[in-house]
């Protein structure tokens, strides 16, 4: 039968120029002695519009390095029993949330408790939605970035205002939007095209194509803005996109463009968003097969088109916009040898074998082919 699981966020708030009155009223949701988690990047945002509105505050914790290696979480824990923190303000990216979101459940399994979240996104791939998370396993023969879900750390609040991604460096946030849309595509692996998340995704999809195709190339997004080439509402449109695009997210189970993701950024390095602006399109025509008509509600130009048709189709479309956005589509434009190509796929088919027999017969030799061309 279809179903839809819901997790418990409380309230969703989105508008310009509501951040500051937001945070204000965070007590309502639950947000009580909070400690923010943010990035030294975002000290301005935090000082200007979070700290003077915050109430309760007992301090902030900015020690969170990308992909959210174990050793900071195990910090950011400490930092909020020392404080007595009872929950957590997250300003940030995927991986201030990410780690809010593993301190929360270490914080669960070490008192009982779990340390209610508050999101403030700054980057556009949804994370502030969802209840999954990663940890950077780094005591090993090699890094690891090992997924978990925990519908209780999903974000109780979640505020959404275009200055909260002002500042976002140009090539970090197009490239989470890219990581937004793969949230939509592979979100269909497990639902059918009448399930709510196709629904929300295939609008989200289509918002977001709608604004990057007229985005300025090279220029930061307050010089798009102060030029009229940018406005505040397409930068809240890019927001209420990547909320549809992950709108569902308890009742979905991504795939291999995401594994490929956590390999390259977990244990390699790459940054986390850009491994989508790689693998995206191309894990889409590879897995064209696997997720037959489904891909059609992406805007195939006939319901009678074929499967293959409709994943070409909107392999096309994304491929273009990060082409024309000048975004990193190659792993070879990144610090990788080519001969740890063969790591990567081992990784990959050891640990996630579902996702990669996505590819069909022979995928393990698929996979190898795969990854050779997006190098």
């Known amino acids: 039968?279809?179903?839809?699981?819901?997790?418990?966020?409380?309230?969703?708030?989105?508008?310009?120029?509501?951040?500051?009155?937001?945070?204000?009223?965070?007590?309502?949701?639950?947000?009580?002695?909070?400690?923010?988690?943010?990035?030294?990047?975002?000290?301005?945002?935090?000082?200007?519009?979070?700290?003077?509105?915050?109430?309760?505050?007992?301090?902030?914790?900015?020690?969170?390095?990308?992909?959210?290696?174990?050793?900071?979480?195990?910090?950011?824990?400490?930092?909020?029993?020392?404080?007595?923190?009872?929950?957590?303000?997250?300003?940030?990216?995927?991986?201030?949330?990410?780690?809010?979101?593993?301190?929360?459940?270490?914080?669960?399994?070490?008192?009982?408790?779990?340390?209610?979240?508050?999101?403030?996104?700054?980057?556009?791939?949804?994370?502030?939605?969802?209840?999954?998370?990663?940890?950077?396993?780094?005591?090993?023969?090699?890094?690891?970035?090992?997924?978990?879900?925990?519908?209780?750390?999903?974000?109780?609040?979640?505020?959404?205002?275009?200055?909260?991604?002002?500042d976002t460096p140009r090539a970090l946030l197009l490239s989470s939007a890219i990581k937004g849309m793969d949230h939509a595509v592979e979100g269909m692996r497990k639902v059918t095209k009448e399930h709510p998340h196709a629904i929300m995704a295939a609008s989200g999809l289509e918002r977001f194509l709608t604004v990057l195709q007229k985005w300025p190339q090279a220029m930061p997004t307050r010089e798009a803005m102060d030029k009229g080439l940018v406005t505040p509402d397409d930068l809240l449109q890019l927001q209420l996109a990547a909320w549809q695009c992950y709108f569902s997210p308890a009742s979905v189970i991504y795939g291999l463009s995401h594994r490929i993701g956590h390999i390259l950024g977990g244990t390699f390095g790459l940054p986390h968003s850009a491994t989508s602006c790689i693998t995206l399109a191309p894990v889409i025509r590879a897995c064209a097969d696997f997720y037959g008509d489904k891909l059609e509600i992406f805007g195939a130009p006939s319901a009678l088109a074929a499967h293959a048709d409709a994943a070409a189709q909107l392999a096309g479309r994304i491929e273009a916009v990060v082409t024309s956005l000048g975004l990193p589509n190659r792993i070879g434009a990144f610090d990788l040898d080519k001969a740890k190509l063969p790591e990567v796929a081992k990784l990959l088919k050891k640990n996630y074998p579902n996702e990669v027999a996505d590819l069909g017969n022979n995928a393990s030799i698929k996979l190898d082919a795969l990854l050779d061309s997006v190098w």
């Not at 824990?77 to 929360?104: F, N, P, T, W, Y």
């Not at 779990?114 to 969802?130: D, M």
């Open 1 to 166: 039968m279809n179903h839809l699981n819901c997790l418990p966020q409380d309230g969703i708030f989105w508008g310009q120029h509501i951040l500051q009155a937001a945070v204000a009223r965070l007590g309502e949701h639950g947000i009580h002695r909070p400690m923010v988690f943010t990035v030294e990047p975002l000290t301005k945002l935090y000082e200007d519009c979070v700290r003077p509105n915050l109430k309760q505050a007992v301090g902030s914790f900015m020690a969170l390095p990308p992909h959210v290696p174990d050793v900071a979480v195990q910090a950011g824990l400490e930092a909020c029993l020392h404080a007595r923190a009872q929950s957590i303000v997250a300003l940030g990216g995927g991986s201030v949330l990410d780690a809010a979101k593993a301190v929360s459940h270490l914080h669960h399994e070490k008192t009982g408790r779990y340390l209610t979240i508050a999101a403030l996104p700054t980057t556009l791939s949804g994370s502030e939605f969802s209840h999954y998370f990663g940890i950077t396993e780094t005591d090993g023969s090699e890094k690891f970035k090992r997924s978990y879900a925990v519908r209780e750390t999903v974000p109780k609040v979640v505020v959404i205002d275009p200055v909260l991604v002002f």
